[in-house]
């Protein structure tokens, strides 16, 4: 099961809106709405942010969300804030039942 | 409060074994599907393999099927994962994570990773 792409880097200004791509094949994000969103910290175990693409868990900010078109998820961050700066990894659970994530990126507040 | 720790990392040499371990707290350990993630350093997310709620039901990621057995103590609300053959490649933090559930009112699909622990390194080296 080969890696979900994502770009290695965005970067935005406070205040901005960025958002991160999540590329897979109808095996995974294109069969199913079980993508999801995670957030990590330098040193610090990952953040559910969204799941089933688009649902936000409790207690995360409505500045984040998320959608998909086809083979293609999305994470969008609204009103960018310097505690944003994370790296951020899409998961998606595939045909094999099994679960596959994205490279990861690396997200920069300017 | 959810806790997921984890245990059982170290130094170990190509070829050699290693059991991690995952001490549940704060939730209802047995109702829950559990997984293991792992993480090589400065690299992404990997998931490793995942165990139904009862252990009667397991999966593998292709690099390490035959080479890891996941498994659960329910009693001690413990989850593990028995490592052989270990390789460089191996070398990661590794992470447990929940699954789906079942509670009172049904069964709750999760294809996500919810509680997570804070992880346990391994390091295969010689």
């Known amino acids: 099961q080969s890696a979900l792409t994502q770009p290695a880097s965005v970067s935005g200004s406070p205040g901005q809106s960025i958002t991160i791509s999540c590329t897979g094949t109808?095996?995974?994000?294109?069969?199913?709405?079980?993508v999801s969103w995670y957030q990590q910290h330098p040193g610090k175990a990952p953040k559910l942010m969204i799941y089933?693409?688009?649902n936000r868990p409790s207690g995360v900010s409505n500045r984040f969300s998320g959608s998909k078109s086809g083979n293609t998820a999305s994470l969008t961050i609204s009103g960018l804030q310097a505690e944003d700066e994370a790296d951020y990894y899409c998961s998606s659970y595939t045909s094999s039942s099994s679960w596959v994530f994205g490279g990861g990126t690396k997200l920069t507040v300017l | 409060e959810v806790q997921l720790v984890e245990s059982g990392g170290g130094l170990v040499q190509p070829g050699g074994s290693l059991r991690l371990s995952c001490a549940a707290s704060g939730f209802t350990f047995s109702s829950y599907w559990m997984h293991w993630v792992r993480q090589a350093p400065g690299k992404g997310l990997v998931w490793v393999s995942r165990?139904?709620?009862?252990?009667?039901?397991?999966s593998y990621a292709d690099s390490v099927k035959g080479r890891f057995t996941i498994s659960r103590d329910n009693a001690k609300n413990t989850l593990y994962l028995q490592m052989n053959s270990l390789r460089a490649e191996d070398t990661a933090v590794y992470y447990c994570a929940s699954g789906h559930y079942y509670d009172s009112s049904g069964y709750h699909n999760q294809y996500y990773f919810d509680y997570w622990g804070q992880g346990t390194l391994v390091t295969v080296s010689s």
């Open positions: 109808s095996s995974d994000v294109g069969g199913y709405n079980y």
């Open positions: 089933d693409v688009s």
């Open positions: 165990i139904n709620s009862d252990g009667s039901s397991t």
